[in-house]
C-alpha cells in the first residue's frame, strides 16, 4: 500500500487557536484520521470524548510548554498565565500533563517526552529532573536520552574560562559546540500498578 493511501489515527492536542485550520489541512491532505481537543494537556482528562481513548494511545510524543521560557499566548488558560510560581506549575500542570499521558498510552507503548531546563531568575528549573521522577514514579520505565540538536541557538558557542560551553545541554558535532534539547523516552511496562483515579 502507498504512504498516500494510508489512513492513521491522529489526536492531537494544543489550545493555539492559530494554528488549528493549518492542523486540519494537513490531516486532510494526508487522510488522515483525526480528532482534536482544544483543553489543556492539564485538564484534557476531564473532556468525555477524550475519555473514550483512556489505555488506547500508541504513542505519546510530545514537548509540552517550558516553564517561564514558552509563551504562545496571554491568554488565561495557557500554563504560564494560569500558574505563577515553578511550584504551581510543577503540581498543577506538568503533574497532571505526565498523570494523563501515562494513563491513556496501551500498556507495552513509549512516551516520547521533549523537555529542557530553563532559567528563571538566574537559575536553572528542574524541568528534566522533575519530569523523569514523575515518569518514574507513575511507574515508568526510562529507556534512554534523545539529542535534538538545535539548528540555531544564540549563545551556544559561548565558552567559560576553561573552554566549556556556558549552555547545559550541549555537545560537540564538526569542531563546534551545539545546543540541543533532550528528548526522553520512557516505556509503559506490560504491567502496570493499579491506575490511580483522574
Known sequence: MRAAE??????????DEAGWERRRNVCQARQTTYEFFKSGSEVIHDDRRFKKYRGKLDLVFTSPPYYRAEGYSDDEHQSNVKFTTYDEWRDGFLCPTLETAVE????????IWNIADTIDAGHYVPLE?????????????YETKLKLVLAHSP?????????????KNSCMIGGRYRKYEPIFVFRKPHEQRAAKPI
Open 6 to 15: 494510508r489512513k492513521s489515527a491522529r489526536r492531537g492536542q494544543n489550545s
Open 129 to 141: 529532573d522533575d519530569s523523569k521522577a514523575i515518569l518514574e514514579e507513575l511507574g515508568m520505565q
Open 155 to 167: 549563545g551556544a558557542n559561548r565558552l567559560d574560562r576553561e573552554g566549556f560551553p556556558e549552555t
Open 104 to 111: 491513556w498510552l496501551k500498556p507495552g507503548r513509549p512516551l
